[in-house]
């Protein structure tokens, strides 16, 4: 089992940044990833990566404002969100999985993680 807890959402003003981590306890995982979800909207994937790091993926609606990364040493995952704007406000998910997902659209689907945090409030003012 892997328990995932996430920190670093907040209020802030369209422009800035904030930066999600994603610690997580019990085993290792092999492919983190981070999702939203808005009010009356579904979950959203936004970003995910390998267990190396090496392979990044992007929703289009994130690509170049956000950036993933993690620590392996600190079993944490990162989500750096820059130029935020007032349509990024939503919970912010991370996931965890160590199934083999081969690919970026496989990666990309929620039901493919099997561990979630609690999820963590971001809200950007205009």
């Known amino acids: 089992q892997v328990q995932l807890v996430e920190s670093g959402g907040g209020l802030v003003q369209a422009g800035g940044s904030l930066r999600l981590s994603c610690a997580a306890s019990?085993?290792?995982?092999?492919?983190g990833g981070w999702f939203r979800q808005a009010p009356g909207k579904e979950r959203e994937p936004l970003a995910n990566?390998?267990?190396?790091?090496?392979?990044?993926h992007y929703a289009d609606s994130v690509k170049g404002r956000f950036t993933i990364s993690r620590d392996n040493s600190k079993n944490t995952v990162y989500l750096q969100m820059n130029s935020l704007k007032p349509e990024d406000t939503a919970v912010y998910y991370c996931?965890?999985?160590?199934?083999?997902?081969?690919?970026?659209?496989?990666?990309?689907?929620?039901?493919?993680?099997?561990?979630w945090g609690q999820g963590t409030q971001v809200s950007v003012s205009s």
């Open positions: 990566i390998n267990w190396s790091g090496g392979s990044t």
């Open positions: 996931a965890a999985t160590n199934r083999f997902l081969p690919t970026a659209q496989t990666m990309a689907i929620a039901a493919n993680y099997d561990y």
């Open positions: 019990g085993r290792t995982f092999s492919i």
